[in-house]
């Protein structure tokens, strides 16, 4: 099974910080990989497909990068609304793996 | 834009079983994946399994082949998710999420629906 890592594990920031979570597989995933953001309580939520694709409706300040086995999601200016807990996830193959994820917390 | 329809909480005993259902809005499930993936309590998110029903073909996490079955009744349009043999750590949230087919692209959401396992 592909293992996913995700670092931080935990972050606070400030409105209007520049935000950056990484993201690791335990063998190349090409582009297959897929960013979710969970508040509490709720369904998670598809912010970013194939690395780098925003999801329709999703603000234009998240972002995402990379290739291989290294990912990044960004979030330009970090806003009171993005709090949550990020999670990575590859669909390289079956079985599909989460990151552990990373829980943001807006000062 | 899809909506998927969860079945309620339920409270199960050690050692039964457990169907939850899944209704995307629609009337149909055209030519994509139903999963199910499923979050502890203060855990991270753990896929299960997948279909999908116009092919009715089925893909397992192994950790869980054997223990649960993923069936999609295409006449009311109901994707549901069996897990037997329950124990106490299979207490969670349980969500379906849909796909396109199989790009395991989890674009929309079910409620989820929480199962507890206690005697």
């Known amino acids: 099974d592909i293992q996913m890592t995700q670092s931080p594990s935990s972050l606070s920031a400030s409105v209007g910080d520049r935000v950056t979570i990484t993201c690791r597989a335990s063998?190349?995933?090409?582009?297959?990989l897929n960013w979710y953001q969970q508040k509490p309580g709720k369904a998670p939520k598809l912010l970013i497909h194939?690395?780098?694709t925003l999801q329709s409706g999703v603000p234009s300040r998240f972002s995402g990068s990379g290739s291989g086995t290294d990912f990044t999601l960004t979030i330009s200016t970090l806003q009171p609304d993005d709090f949550g807990t990020y999670y990575c996830?590859?669909?390289?193959?079956?079985?599909?793996?989460f990151g552990p994820g990373t829980k943001v917390d807006v000062k | 834009q899809v909506q998927l329809v969860q079945s309620g909480a339920e409270v199960k005993k050690p050692g039964s079983s457990v169907k939850v259902s899944c209704k995307p809005s629609?009337?149909?499930?055209?030519?994509?994946?139903i999963n199910w993936v499923r979050q502890a309590p203060g855990q991270g998110l753990e896929w299960m399994g997948g279909?999908?029903?116009?092919?009715?073909?089925?893909n397992y996490a192994q950790k869980f082949q054997g223990r649960v079955t993923i069936t999609a009744d295409e006449s009311t349009t109901t994707a549901y998710m069996e897990l037997s043999s329950l124990r106490s750590e299979d207490t969670a949230v349980y969500y379906c999420?849909?796909?396109?087919?199989?790009?395991?692209?989890?674009?929309?959401w079910g409620q989820g629906s929480l199962v507890t396992v206690s005697s």
């Open positions: 279909i999908i029903p116009i092919m009715d073909s089925t």
């Open positions: 194939t690395a780098s």
């Open positions: 999420a849909k796909s396109g087919g199989t790009s395991w692209i989890f674009d929309y």
């Open positions: 063998q190349s995933i090409a582009i297959f």
């Open positions: 629609g009337g149909t499930f055209s030519n994509y994946a």
């Open positions: 996830q590859h669909s390289y193959s079956t079985p599909i793996t």
